[in-house]
C-alpha cells in the first residue's frame, strides 16, 4: 500500500471524527475585483467535495467574511480540485437603521456611519428597493495572504498556472453577442445575455433588466452564441474537407 492510500484512509478517519473535510485544502486563488476572487481547492479523497463542504471550508478558513458563489463552481476530477468564486461578505440593512440606529450622515442620502461598529454604509438600490451596504474595507487578496500560511498544507501542486486558459477559463476573454454568462450584479451572481461588449465594459440582459458593467463582472461563460457555434462547425468541416477531400465525410466529423 502506497504512501498517499495510507494518508487518504487517514484523513477519511480524522474527516469522521472532527466534522469536516481535512483534506479539502486552499489551492490558489486570482482576483476579480477588490472583493472577489476565482478560488482553487484541491482535494486527495475519492469524492468530490460537496457544496455544504465548499462553504463549510469558507467559513471556517475565513471566520465566515467570505462566501462562496456555489454557481460558479467547476469540478476538475483529473486534477483533483475545484473551482469557485468567493466574495467578501456584503451585509444589507433596512434603510429604517439610520433613525433607529441615529446613524451619522456622512454623506446625507447617500452615506451613514454606524458609530458604535466604526462601518460605514451605502444608500444603495437592491431590486427596486433601497437598502443599506455595507462599505467592506477588506481586500479578498489581502484576506488570503493573512490566511495563506495556515491554509497552504496540501499536498497538490495544482494552481492556475498549472490549467490551460481552455480548460480553466473558457471563452472568458472572448466575450461576444448572444453568449450566455453569470455576472457579479448588486453582489449576487445572476444568468444573462451578453447584449454588448467593449475593452472595458459588458452590456448584458438579465431578469432584472439592462446592466452595463466592468467586464470583469463576468465570472463565466455557460454557453457561447449560436452564430458563434455555427462558425466554429463552419471552420471544422473545411478544415475536414482540405484534410480528406470529401465534403460530406468532412460534415460527419464536424458534427461528431
Known amino acids: 500500500m502506497n504512501k498517499h492510500r495510507l494518508l487518504d484512509r487517514l484523513e477519511q ?9 481535512v483534506d479539502l485544502q486552499f489551492a490558489d486563488a486570482r482576483r476579480i475585483n477588490r472583493n472577489t476572487a476565482r478560488f482553487m481547492l484541491a482535494y486527495s479523497d475519492d469524492q468530490a467535495p460537496t457544496s455544504d463542504e465548499i462553504t463549510d471550508f469558507f467559513s471556517r478558513k475565513f471566520d465566515f467574511k467570505v462566501t462562496p458563489f456555489l454557481s460558479t463552481s467547476k469540478l476538475y476530477e483529473d486534477k483533483r480540485c475545484v473551482t469557485v468564486v468567493a466574495q467578501v461578505l456584503s451585509l444589507t440593512r433596512q434603510l429604517t437603521d439610520i433613525k433607529e440606529r441615529k446613524m451619522v450622515p456622512v454623506i446625507k442620502g447617500a ?5 458604535p461598529l466604526k462601518e460605514t454604509w451605502e444608500v444603495e438600490d437592491r431590486e427596486g428597493q433601497k437598502v443599506l451596504v455595507r462599505n467592506v474595507k477588506d481586500d479578498i487578496m489581502a484576506l488570503v495572504q493573512a490566511r495563506k500560511k495556515s491554509m497552504l498544507d496540501s499536498r497538490s501542486q495544482t494552481s492556475f498556472a498549472s490549467f490551460s486558459k481552455a480548460d480553466l477559463l473558457k471563452y472568458l476573454a472572448l466575450l461576444e453577442k448572444g453568449d450566455q454568462v453569470r455576472v457579479l450584479v448588486d453582489d449576487k451572481v445572476v444568468d444573462a445575455e451578453v447584449v454588448a461588449v467593449t475593452d472595458a465594459e459588458v452590456k448584458v440582459k438579465t431578469k432584472g433588466g439592462m446592466k452595463t458593467l466592468p467586464r470583469q463582472s463576468v465570472v463565466d461563460v455557460v454557453s457561447k452564441s449560436a452564430q458563434h457555434e455555427e462558425k466554429m462547425l463552419h471552420d471544422a468541416e473545411n478544415y475536414y474537407a482540405d484534410a480528406f477531400g470529401d465534403p460530406g465525410y468532412a460534415k460527419k466529423l464536424a458534427t461528431k
Open 111 to 115: 452615506v451613514y456611519l454606524d458609530v
Open 13 to 21: 478517519k480524522i474527516n469522521a471524527s472532527v466534522g469536516h473535510r
